[in-house]
Structure formats: structure tokens, C-alpha cells
């Protein structure tokens, strides 16, 4: 199981976890973490969200201020990319996948502490989207 949080491109969001998301697949479900036992998973299409990020925990750290250069001590795997979301969020980070004519692709924060393991941009979902 996988712990997600689905934000959604209106702006709503989703917290819990899911062991059938797949990038090929429009769509997957998600077991909230508030909801009562017994509950069941909700379904989420993946075109109606701005990005699904996988994260350590679901609480994160309000106080920590996410890094957005690239430590030279630390070469990253992948390439370098800077994400513009239409909502004006910017996220920097690495990638292995991304091609501008596929829905989507997966990002590795460049910042190690944190609490997002990797997210799934959807492009639709991006103003702005560059090499660095």
C-alpha cells in the first residue's frame, strides 16, 4: 500500500492509500484515512487531479521550508525539471519519464527531507514545464 495524497486540479484533496495506481490506467482508488472501517475506497480519475503525491506520512511537517536548488555535492538521477502548476505551485525535482505528449510523469522533489517520496504530475494540470 501506497500513501497518497490525491490533489485534485479544483483544488480539492484526498488523503490515504492505494495499491492500484498505475500511470496507464485512468483509474485507481484510494481509502481515505478518515473514513469510518468498513468504508469503501473511493475512485479517482486521473484526469480530474493536478497531481498524486506519495508521501512518508500523512500529518508532514508545517514547519519545514522545502529546498528548491540542487545540492553539487549530491548529483541527482534523472533529469532536472522545474513544474509550474496553472494553480501557480512550483515544484522542482527529477525525472526519468517525462515526454510533453504523455498525460503525465512521475517527479522526485530535489529537496531529501521532504515529506513527498515522489508525485505524478498531470500535465494538463501544468502552466510551465523546463529542463533546468
Known amino acids: ?6 490533489r485534485y486540479a479544483d483544488g480539492r ?8 495506481f498505475f500511470p496507464t490506467k485512468d483509474l485507481f482508488h484510494v481509502s481515505l484515512v478518515d473514513a ?9 480519475n486521473t484526469k480530474d487531479l493536478k497531481a498524486l503525491f506519495f508521501v512518508k506520512s500523512f500529518e508532514g511537517d508545517s514547519q519545514h521550508v522545502e529546498r528548491k536548488t ?13 513544474v509550474l502548476f496553472k494553480d501557480g505551485e512550483v515544484l522542482t525535482g527529477t525525472t526519468t519519464g517525462y515526454q510533453p505528449k504523455r498525460s503525465g510523469f ?4 530535489v529537496d531529501v527531507a521532504s515529506n513527498i517520496e515522489r508525485c505524478y504530475v498531470i500535465v494538463e494540470a501544468t502552466r510551465e514545464i523546463g529542463f533546468i
Do not use: C, H, Q, Y
Open 13 to 20: 484533496m484526498a488523503k490515504g492509500t492505494t495499491a492500484d
Open 106 to 109: 512521475f517527479l522526485v522533489p
Open 70 to 82: 540542487f545540492d553539487p555535492e549530491r548529483p541527482p538521477a534523472g533529469r532536472r525539471i522545474k
Open 36 to 44: 469510518p472501517e468498513g468504508t469503501k475506497p473511493v475512485e479517482v
Open 1 to 6: 500500500m501506497n500513501k497518497v495524497v490525491a
